[in-house]
């Protein structure tokens, strides 16, 4: 699935996928949340060593905020809300220019303005700026996943795969939160 995906990230186009099962779009996108996840992960876990070698402080994330709210608001919010206006914003147009010489250069924007918008989960300051391309890699890679399904199986599908990814990384803060385990 990665060489996949990588193949259409280096040459986008609009060809969607005709007459393939439910099933078929099942195991797909459950292929996609796990390369996702793994990338993502990988990404995060290799910031966190990048800014605790440099002793660089991002301060705190909005999800530690978010946290601080009811529990129904956060998975409302972080796997419900968030990913339907994420896609609708970011990926729904893609197919409006599925058929147009630069499709490429409007799916790469979508992935750079949808990975620019998670700057702010952090406080802004210099040292944000500078990390910022390795700050959210993990969104990066998630909206050109998140394009390459919107674009081959449709944007529920996007918004569906983009909930569960959400998802999946909210249970663990969940459940923390749920027995005052600290977050930090």
Known sequence: MLIRVWSFVKSPDGAQWRHISTGTKLNVMFQLLI???VLGISTGIFLGLITEISG????THASEKWLEKS???VIFFVAVLAPVLEEILFRGPL???KDKTYFKYVYYTSIVLFGGVHLSNFELSNELYALSLIVVAPQIILGAILGYIRIRMGLKWAIFLHASHN???LVPLVIMK???FPLE
């Open 178 to 180: 749920l027995l005052n």
């Open 95 to 97: 197919t409006w220019f």
């Open 167 to 169: 998802g999946v990384l």
């Open 35 to 37: 390369l996702g996840l």
């Open 56 to 59: 660089v402080d991002l301060g």
């Open 71 to 73: 529990t129904f608001s």
